[in-house]
T-cell receptor
Framework: NAGVTQTPKFRILKIGQSMTLQCAQD?????MYWYRQDPGMGLKLIYY???????DKGEVPNGYNVSRSTTEDFPLRLELAAPSQTSVYFC??????????FGPGTRLTVL | AQKVTQAQTEISVVEKEDVTLDCVYE???????LFWYKQPPSGELVFLIR??????QNEISGRYSWNFQKSTSSFNFTITASQVVDSAVYFC???????????FGDGTTLTVKP
């Protein structure tokens, strides 16, 4: 099993550009999460999903969008990138409220 | 609304000392789960423990132990005889059982010096 995979690992965006961060899991987990981690800070929940077709906002959803059309994939869309979105983005999945398995993260810089 | 507070931003100890990391949470829900995760300098997140809101038994796993006290809304983590390899950022987290929404604390950076 690959676990949770995220692509890309690194990305530099210009202000105003858009991009999609990809996240996939092969553990048949129903719950999936997107977090951002700013330097020296904790994980802030952006969006989460408790199953295919169901998504909900977390603590910091502004500037992001998600979709969950399959159990395996949970892409995060950034529209009109801003310097404040410079962060490390982690995707995670879990079987219900059991432990979350995290991807390796995507380091995004917006200049 | 739910909240997790880790008041200790940074802790530094010398190897073999015992150290306790504090975690205080707030939630209106009666059923929830509490977690601890470790983030070593390499950056990955590693699961350490899960505890549900109905189970206040303390747990010990090797040099690690956890003390859950519902009366004070605390879920503290103790490392006994710390080692340099314990140096990491430790996060406490809470998940709402009904909605599945998770909240992490800001983390405690533990440095263990040889």
């Amino acid at each position: 099993n690959a676990g949770v995979t995220q692509t890309p690992k690194f990305r530099i965006l210009k202000i105003g550009q858009s991009m999609t961060l990809q996240c996939a899991q092969d553990m048949n987990h129903n719950y999936m999460y997107w977090y951002r981690q700013d330097p020296g800070m904790g994980l802030k929940l952006i969006y989460y999903s408790v199953g295919a077709g169901i998504t909900d906002k977390g603590e910091v959803p502004n500037g992001y969008n998600v979709s969950r059309s399959t159990t395996e994939d949970f892409p995060l869309r950034l529209e009109l990138a801003a310097p404040s979105q410079t962060s490390v983005y982690f995707c995670a999945s879990s079987y219900g409220v059991y432990e979350q398995f995290f991807g390796p993260g995507t380091r995004l810089t917006v200049l | 609304a739910q909240k997790v507070t880790q008041a200790q931003t940074e802790i530094s100890v010398v190897e073999k000392e015992d150290v306790t990391l504090d975690c205080v949470y707030e939630t209106r829900d009666t059923t929830y789960y509490l977690f601890w995760y470790k983030q070593p300098p390499s950056g990955e997140l590693v699961f350490l423990i899960r505890r549900n809101s109905f189970d206040e038994q303390n747990e010990i796993s090797g040099r690690y132990s956890w003390n859950f006290q519902k009366s004070t809304s605390s879920f503290n983590f103790t490392i006994t005889a710390s080692q340099v390899v314990d140096s990491a950022v430790y996060f406490c987290a809470l998940i709402n059982t009904n909605a599945g929404k998770s909240t992490f604390g800001d983390g405690t950076t533990l440095t263990v010096k040889p």
